[in-house]
């Protein structure tokens, strides 16, 4: 999204414009949205999860083992999934967008190099033809 590069532009002497954008080879902006979505569906799976163990309704006696409350392991593991979005997943995601941020940034150099290239070019085609209109208008 905000952040990766744009594509320069490049504008010959004869008013062209010159400019590739590499989110036609890897649509960067894609990339992130689908992480992002990705890291929502496991915070938002794992809360569900949370909510339906807070919810269990066993009797005490069953929520009691040898004297001690269930409860507390209950919490613990609430804990743990909620974790797997924040530890697990997430830095999964961060990993996969910098890695795609970092090839869409090579991609861009090499398509505004590209750009330039093609708008040197047509300067040269223009300024000969500049130069074949000058030496007819001098004979």
Not at 24 to 38: F, G, Q, R, S, Y
Not at 56 to 73: C, M, N, R, Y
């Amino acid at each position: 999204m905000a952040g990766h590069p744009q594509p320069q532009v490049y504008r010959s002497k004869s008013g062209k414009e010159y400019s590739h954008d590499a989110r036609e080879i890897l649509a960067i902006d894609d990339v992130d949205t689908k992480c992002e979505a990705i890291v929502t569906a496991a915070e938002q799976g794992c809360k569900d999860i949370i909510k339906k163990i807070k919810n269990v309704q066993i009797g005490k006696e069953t929520l009691s083992v040898a004297d001690s409350s269930l409860e507390p392991a209950l919490e613990e593991v609430g804990t743990y999934i909620k974790s797997i979005a924040s530890e697990g997943v997430e830095p999964s995601t961060e990993e996969i967008k910098s890695q795609a941020a970092a090839k869409f940034a090579e991609l861009q150099d090499q398509e505004d190099e590209k750009a330039k290239k093609e708008c040197e070019a047509e300067n040269a085609r223009w300024e000969a033809e500049q130069a074949e209109k000058n030496k007819s208008s001098e004979s």
